[in-house]
């Protein structure tokens, strides 16, 4: 296992090589080993590749917005690994220079699991789309998430087939006519934060593409979570899907019907405040009008409740058409992780007696079969 001169000084130090490295002092120029690490910038994650998503996607913004807040992290950029399937956003290793593997479809979690497991001294990410992480890529996805290997998932949802040309995908809506639906989808959607909260995923959150600070801030929390995190990422399809979040996007509507969810902070939202969240009695939550509530009765976000009943309640709150959707981490506790787990184990296991291979071929039961 090789390390980087960063991780060795870290080491020294007797701290944890990814919390040190998420540190602001790191962030800085270092001096190690006599030469001089200088921090990153955005401009250094670029690369000479064209981008080839169509004029106006929103891939772009979610792009340039890694781009930009992955340098505070203060990870060296060959420490960073971009791993994705296939899609529009799979073309996301190509545009960051970092490492990084096009792999094929469905199975990115599958591979950043064996990597993340290998090289724990490695940032290790998936980017996905709605297509290749829940159709063909549903059962990797959600043994990542119940493993909670040390990884970040961007699972970027414009609820289409945009590589293919616009075919519905398992996040398209009940009705949604497209050129493999002409008389309207008949499938129930996925509801992929709902779907990550099942498997007991340790960091779930959701953001919008166009929301550049909402998206840096729920992103930071995923890349400094420990396990796996999930964060669901709205992205306007202009060419086969355009305006799929527009009810969000929209000024005057989007505070209507959008929940920001704040860590610490009551669950209220609209104009003037004047819807919030309730519990409804049943184990499950509302939407109700302030001015008719207690405020005592207002719920307060809470991401690091262990039971995850509570976070996959709120997934549940909005529909199909968008009305009354949380924005912002609905999860985020702290459980061991696969890969800590597993290399504890391989410890374990080479601190016992020396292998005997001749043993092993034996086997413990045997049995001879008669004429």
Same mark, same amino acid.
């Given at each position: 296992m090789t390390t980087s001169p960063i991780d060795e000084h870290v080491h020294e130090l007797g701290m944890p090589a990814f919390d040190q490295r998420i540190a602001d002092a790191v962030a800085k120029s270092v001096e190690l080993g006599g030469e001089k690490q200088t921090a990153l910038k955005a401009k250094d994650l670029k690369t000479d590749q064209e981008v080839r998503w169509c004029p106006g996607c929103g891939d772009y913004v979610i792009l340039n917005a890694v781009q930009s807040f992955l340098p505070s992290l203060g990870i060296a950029r060959e420490d960073m690994v971009i791993v994705s399937g296939i899609g529009c956003s799979s073309r996301f290793p190509y545009y960051m220079n970092t490492y990084g593997m096009h792999s094929i479809h469905g199975r990115a979690p599958a591979i950043a699991t064996g990597l993340a497991a290998s090289r724990p001294d490695l940032s290790v990410w998936v980017v996905t789309g709605d297509g290749d992480a829940l159709s063909i890529g549903g059962n990797h996805l959600i043994h990542t998430l119940r493993r909670n290997v040390n990884l970040t998932i961007l699972l970027f949802n414009n609820r289409i087939y945009g590589l293919t040309k616009g075919q519905y995908s398992p996040t398209s809506e009940i009705g949604k006519v497209t050129k493999s639906t002409p008389m309207g989808s008949l499938d129930h959607p996925f509801n992929p934060v709902s779907l990550a909260l099942g498997a007991d995923a340790t960091f779930v959150g959701r953001a919008m593409d166009s929301d550049r600070k909402g998206l840096t801030d729920v992103l930071r929390q995923a890349a400094e979570h420990q396990g796996t995190s999930l964060?669901?990422?709205?992205?306007?399809?202009?060419?086969?899907?355009?305006?799929?979040?527009? =009810?969000? !996007?929209?000024? =005057?509507?989007?505070? @209507?019907?959008?929940?920001?969810?704040?860590?610490?902070? !009551?669950?209220?939202?609209?104009?003037?405040? /004047?819807?919030?969240?309730v519990a409804d009695g049943?184990?499950?939550?509302?939407? /109700?009008?302030?001015? @008719?509530?207690?405020?005592?009765?207002?719920?307060?976000?809470? #991401?690091?409740?262990?039971?995850?009943?509570? /976070?996959?309640?709120?997934?549940?709150?909005?529909?199909?058409?968008?009305?009354?959707?949380?924005?912002?981490?609905? +999860?985020?506790?702290? !459980?061991?992780?696969?890969? #800590?787990?597993?290399?504890? @184990?391989?410890?374990? #296991? +080479?601190?016992?007696?020396?292998?005997?291979?001749? /043993?092993?071929?034996?086997?413990?039961?045997?049995?001879?079969?008669?004429?």
């Open positions: 964060v669901e990422i709205y992205q306007n399809c202009n060419i086969f899907n355009d305006g799929a979040f527009e =009810l969000l !996007k929209d000024p =005057l509507t989007g505070t @209507q019907w959008s929940i920001p969810l704040v860590h610490g902070e !009551k669950l209220v939202f609209g104009p003037d405040g /004047a819807s919030c969240v049943f184990g499950g939550l509302r939407i /109700a009008e302030t001015n @008719q509530v207690d405020e005592s009765d207002i719920v307060v976000h809470d #991401a690091h409740r262990t039971d995850p009943s509570y /976070a996959f309640a709120l997934s549940r709150l909005s529909s199909q058409d968008l009305r009354y959707t949380p924005m912002g981490v609905f +999860r985020s506790i702290q !459980k061991p992780t696969y890969d #800590a787990m597993m290399n504890d @184990q391989l410890e374990d #296991a +080479r601190s016992g007696q020396p292998a005997d291979l001749d /043993a092993l071929l034996r086997g413990s039961d045997t049995w001879t079969v008669g004429a």
